[in-house]
């Protein structure tokens, strides 16, 4: 069983940044993608970015996150990042880092075996 831990989340003005930290409690050796979405009120969980985890290839992003939000990963660290940039109202959400058990990187929260608590990002004025 994998148990990841969110960090970094906050408070933050518009055009604002803020980083997210993922770490895994153990990483195991059938955990190949990783990936962050987020849940605003009233609204379903959404796919915001994910990428391989030792393996190369390029990210993937939701539109909406496009050229403002990197993922990246730190592998002696075993740690997972999502850098925002240039955030907006609307990016106001809970922010959960997922894992998945296989090597086919997917957008869909179902598809991901396990999950993280969850950090709260508000940008607000």
């Known amino acids: 069983q994998v148990q990841l831990v969110e960090s970094g989340g906050g408070w933050v003005q518009p055009g604002g940044s803020l980083r997210l930290s993922c770490a895994p409690s153990a990483r195991t050796s059938n955990t190949y993608i990783l990936a962050w979405f987020r849940q605003a009120p009233g609204k379903e969980r959404e796919f915001v970015a994910a990428l391989g985890w030792g393996r190369g290839g390029a990210p993937s992003y939701s539109d909406s996150v496009q050229g403002r939000f990197t993922i990246s990963r730190d592998i002696p660290n075993d740690t997972l990042y999502l850098q925002m940039d240039t955030l907006k109202p609307e990016d106001t959400a809970v922010y959960y880092c997922?894992?998945?058990?296989?090597?086919?990187?997917?957008?869909?929260?179902?598809?991901?075996?396990?999950w993280g608590p969850g950090t709260q990002v508000t940008v607000s004025s």
């Open positions: 997922a894992a998945r058990s296989s090597w086919v990187l997917t957008a869909h929260a179902i598809d991901y075996d396990f």
